[in-house]
């Protein structure tokens, strides 16, 4: 099992983070081929109390890394990475892990 | 549900850093209390091909918060903390999330 990971920097407006990732994000995430789950958390403390380094953290995931890949190299895939910057006012860092590798 | 995320840096040994996480880190991390998952995944590309941002993220999922900081208060919590300078030469950020949050 594999996941793409992004993990967004804190935005400029929350709110609007919040209002554009889930009616329009989150749907465009939903249509890539091949992910099994898509699971988002928000980040909420740190174990010493100190700033937050992300705001929120998005997990996609899926059966094998080719099929992770091929999702994001078919139209969906590329329209929801596109669309990235129309709400990431904060950054974003992706990248993909193999889980218990 | 919430999870606790560590984000390991490049290590500077990665042989060394792997055969310390499987066989004294991860077995310490299991004996926290109010865990119920533990998901490590090896980092292994990008989208685009640019470097790995990290080396290695943990995930562990617990009920909720509450929960959550009081497993990492308990002396076996404590203790898995701890541990973390024994081997994370490349550095770690930690955090905790709110999952659909």
């Known amino acids: 099992m ?12 929350p709110d609007a983070f919040d209002e554009y990732y889930a009616n329009t994000h989150a749907p465009l995430v939903e249509e890539i081929p091949n992910l099994q789950r898509f699971e988002a ?8 109390g100190s700033e937050l380094p992300y705001y929120l953290m998005a997990d ?3 059966e094998d890394l080719e099929q992770l890949q091929g999702g994001f190299a078919t139209d969906e895939g590329q329209a929801a990475v596109a669309d990235i910057q129309n709400f990431a006012t904060g950054g974003v860092t992706l990248f993909f892990s193999e889980i218990g590798a």
């Open 2 to 13: 594999v996941k793409a990971t992004a993990l967004y920097g804190h935005p400029e407006d």
């Open 60 to 62: 996609l995931y899926c």
């Open 41 to 48: 958390a928000k980040i909420v403390a740190t174990p010493d």
